[in-house]
């Protein structure tokens, strides 16, 4: 097997998640601050200093790329500055120190450190790591996605109704809809992490995820890669490419599921009347639970 193009960034990006993962444990249940950014939006002492150890070790290890992180925002490499979208060349590292702050801060072992690089405006490098359960997902735009360093397929399931999905239809009437897909369905789950969970379509634990917007590039940058690059097929809840450096804000979606089932699962969403739900060009939508927080 060739090595990949990205053979050192996703090395270094493994070591740095687990170093962040290592950060998160040393503060697990026993936070010193929690901060309440909005009703449902909060962000912790542990959220700070996971970032800042990333942001730290990228800015000497690649001092010319790009930084997009959730805590503190966009920050500039040494050599080129951004405002707004990512870069439409050029190298951006996308950091989520802490996905499932809610889960996090209240001691429910469901969140993760997602790391991933952008290059030339396409994910290059995906990094999941699951401290709590000592699980690292990865994967490069050229090369397999990986559990600890194990190849992994997404689901061979073939029949919605025995899917198990990660679910979340936010926006008005949002749990109305939730209803109307359950019956099509095994069982649907919304967990708390959305990075998390969409990378746990790469090996099968869900079959399909589902989120209609309410996103950022951090939530899905390095787990969209490691799903795709397990076999499943992603797109947007229009049915478009699931990754679009231009969007800013929480005006990403995300429907990713093995190509068996992708199908179908589009036209249910079709039936309920969630691609039409939301508006990438307009305001980011309500989130009823948000999708990693």
């Given amino acids: 097997m060739n090595e990949s193009r990205w053979r050192d960034e996703l090395q270094f990006a493994r070591e740095l998640a687990r170093g962040a993962g290592d950060v998160l444990l040393a503060h697990y249940e026993r936070l010193e601050r929690i901060d309440y950014k909005s009703k449902r939006d909060v962000v912790t002492n542990a959220d700070y200093a996971s970032e800042r150890l990333v942001i730290d070790a990228i800015r000497e290890a690649f001092p010319d790329d790009q930084i997009l992180a959730e805590e503190s925002g966009e920050h500039a490499g040494l050599s080129r500055t ?31 450190v997602s790391i991933g690089l952008v290059d030339n405006a396409q994910p290059a490098v995906g990094v999941v790591f699951d401290p709590a359960r000592n699980e ?7 090369g397999p996605a990986r559990l600890d360093g194990e190849p992994v397929t997404a689901s061979a399931k073939d029949s919605l109704s025995d899917a198990v999905v990660s679910l979340a239809v936010i926006g008005k009437g949002g749990l109305s809809r939730e209803r109307r897909i359950a019956p099509r369905i095994r069982i649907h789950r919304r967990m708390g992490s959305a990075a998390l969970a969409l990378a746990y379509v790469a090996n099968g634990r869900f079959d399909a995820f589902v989120q209609n917007g309410g996103l950022s590039a951090w939530d899905v940058a390095a787990a969209g890669l490691v799903a795709e690059r397990a076999g499943a097929k992603a797109t947007d809840i229009g049915g478009e490419g699931w990754w679009n450096p231009k969007r800013r804000g929480a005006r990403h979606s995300v429907v990713a599921a093995p190509k068996a089932l992708h199908g179908p699962l589009m036209e249910l969403l079709d039936a309920v009347h969630m691609r039409a739900a939301v508006r990438h060009d307009g305001p980011a939508p309500t989130q009823a639970l948000g999708p990693g927080r």
Avoid: K, Q
Wanted: contains cysteine; negative net charge; proline residues 5%.
């Fill in 136 to 142: 690292l997902y990865d994967a490069t735009a050229d």
């Fill in 82 to 112: 951004s405002r707004g979208g990512i870069a439409g060349s050029g190298r951006t590292w996308v950091i989520d120190p802490l996905d499932g702050t809610v889960n996090y801060a209240n001691g429910i072992p469901f969140y993760c």
